[in-house]
């Protein structure tokens, strides 16, 4: 009875799921279809046309892009400002989160207080432009990479986490001879695996989808970021924007084929990457806020 009481349904519930079901296929649709037009062979896409599945299928969008010296120059950039970025974010925040938490460090909480301070009241654009432009970082990956090298956000968070580590292990660690840098590196972070791969993903989304930093501080479309270039092709009426000037044989794909494949390989590595870190991902952040 009590099985068949908790599998009945009520009306709340119907209300629920149908609106939940709703709001998934509005989410869902805008991808599909731009996934379809990607996909789309040139000889039968017709603007302004919806079709959930290719009429003709084609990959002709994608080598087209692909093969353009723009796209490519675009996609090494993004990959080496979140790789570099990723590792300098992660190296920043934990090794001074895990000072935050040495109650023997001088003016700890002076020091935190001003972090949270940050968190409460930042600088604002203006004053990052001109810090970035007294700094000679202009048109400068670095530009985007050291103004971020931490956040408030995640310094308050990771160190949440480190203090929540068990003291008795670090501790022992100590009055075996090792020193702060070996309880760090051979002790704190091993337990600290889940916050480290929660704020990886974090982190390499940041880096990865940067655009209104890279629109203001890359002035050469040579350095272009993946998602500025993107920008570019969407705004653009012509489907050879920044340079791009492959072709596939004699022909060149309609300009929203390009679009659409663009987006698609924009957003193609976050949501490769994203399924094996979403577990230490929720887990991590809820760990972070145990204690405050």
């Given at each position: 009875?009590?099985?068949?009481?908790?599998?009945?349904?009520?009306?709340?519930?119907?209300?629920?799921?149908?609106?939940?079901?709703?709001?998934?296929?509005?989410?869902?649709f805008p991808f599909l279809y731009i996934i379809s037009v990607s996909l789309t062979h040139f000889s039968v896409y017709v603007p302004y046309e919806f079709h959930l599945l290719p009429e003709k299928w084609s990959l002709g969008a994608y080598s087209y892009i692909l093969q353009s010296n723009s796209f490519m120059s675009a996609l090494q950039s993004t990959l080496f400002i979140t790789v570099v970025g990723t590792i300098l974010n992660l190296v920043f925040t934990f090794t001074m989160a895990y000072g935050l938490t040495e109650k023997k460090l001088p003016h700890r909480r002076w020091i935190y207080g001003l972090v949270v301070f940050s968190l409460v009241f930042s600088a604002g654009i203006i004053p990052t432009f001109?810090?970035?432009?007294?700094?000679?970082?202009?048109?400068?990956?670095?530009?985007?990479?050291?103004?971020?090298?931490?956040?408030?956000?995640?310094l308050i968070v990771v160190k949440s986490f480190m203090d929540s580590l068990p003291i008795e292990v670090i501790e022992s660690a100590k009055i075996d001879g090792c020193n702060?840098?070996?309880?760090?590196?051979?002790?704190?972070?091993?337990?600290?695996?889940?916050?480290?791969?929660?704020?990886?993903?974090?982190?390499?989304?940041?880096?990865?989808?940067?655009?209104?930093?890279?629109?203001?501080?890359l002035t050469d479309s040579k350095k272009w970021t993946l998602q500025v270039l993107v920008k570019s092709l969407v705004l653009d009426n012509s489907a050879t924007v920044a340079g791009m000037e492959s072709s596939i044989g004699d022909s060149t794909p309609p300009s929203e084929t390009v679009r659409s494949a663009s987006i698609i390989l924009a957003i193609l590595p976050i949501l490769v990457v994203y399924p094996f870190l979403q577990k230490h991902f929720a887990k991590g952040v809820m760990l972070g806020s145990v204690k405050g």
């Open positions: 009875m009590s099985f068949v009481q908790q599998k009945k349904m009520t009306l709340f519930d119907i209300v629920n799921y149908t609106l939940l079901t709703m709001i998934s296929l509005c989410c869902i001109l810090l970035v432009k007294e700094l000679g970082l202009m048109n400068s990956y670095w530009s985007l990479i050291i103004p971020s090298l931490t956040n408030a956000w995640s702060d840098l070996g309880v760090f590196w051979k002790i704190v972070i091993p337990l600290s695996m889940p916050a480290l791969a929660a704020f990886v993903l974090f982190f390499a989304v940041a880096h990865w989808n940067t655009y209104f930093n890279a629109l203001m501080f």
